[in-house]
């Protein structure tokens, strides 16, 4: 690592917190990433087009036009 660059962390985290060191540095092994309460209720994994069909889906059955 260079000199630069050491500077720069130090300057990082002695002026934010390790989330903004995340952040700023794109460093999520080192730094913190805020995941939230919601994280507790994933129950699968799916494509951002599978998520857009099933909210469709059920959009429609509450809106009773299935």
Not at 36 to 42: D, E, K, P, Y
Request: glycine share 8%; aromatic share 2%.
């Amino acid at each position: 690592m260079n000199l630069d660059k050491i500077e720069k962390l130090v300057k990082i985290i002695e002026n934010s917190s390790m989330l903004d060191f995340s952040i700023q540095e794109g460093d999520v092994k080192n730094g913190t990433v805020m995941a939230g309460q919601i994280a507790g209720l994933i129950s699968k994994e799916q494509t951002c087009k599978e998520m857009i069909e099933e909210m469709m889906d059920q959009t429609e059955k509450l809106l009773g036009r299935c």
